[in-house]
């Protein structure tokens, strides 16, 4: 007895492609998503890079901005401390003709309405004796 060959099944076949690609298609897909997410991991790795140099850079210029303040501060509190030195005031006084009086003379100024009421006391004010400019 020999043994007869059984014919080709269609059905058989198509059964055992379609599985062949169903059992591919999902090993595929988790390669993918995480090729996908490495890409993803290293682009958002690149940009917080980039933002903490820029973070970086911009804490350099204030510094060099506060260090360039801080030094002009210096600077103007020892003009202070010159243009407020009482031998340069007096030289300068001196300078533009501004002496001490000799005597002091009260100057009363009339601070009345013309109904007769005073609005204020009257305030003796220090002037010096001599020709007004």
Do not use: N
């Not at 690609?21 to 940009?47: D, E, K, N, Q």
Request: proline share 6%.
């Amino acid at each position: 007895m020999t043994a007869q060959a059984l014919p080709y099944s269609d059905r058989r076949g198509r059964h055992e492609s379609t599985s062949r690609t169903s059992a591919r298609g999902p090993r595929i897909l988790p390669l993918m998503l995480f090729v996908l997410g490495v890409v993803a991991l290293f682009f958002a790795m690149i940009y917080l890079r980039i933002s903490l140099d820029q973070t970086a850079f911009e804490l350099d210029r204030i510094q060099t901005e506060m260090s360039f303040e801080q030094s002009s501060r210096l600077d103007l509190r020892y003009d202070l401390a010159v243009l407020q030195d009482p031998l340069r005031i007096a030289t300068e006084a001196q300078r533009i003709g501004l002496v001490l009086p000799d005597e002091r003379v009260s100057v009363f100024v009339d601070l009345s309405v013309t109904d007769g009421q005073v609005l204020e006391r009257d305030i003796p004010v220090r002037a010096l004796p001599g020709k007004r400019p």
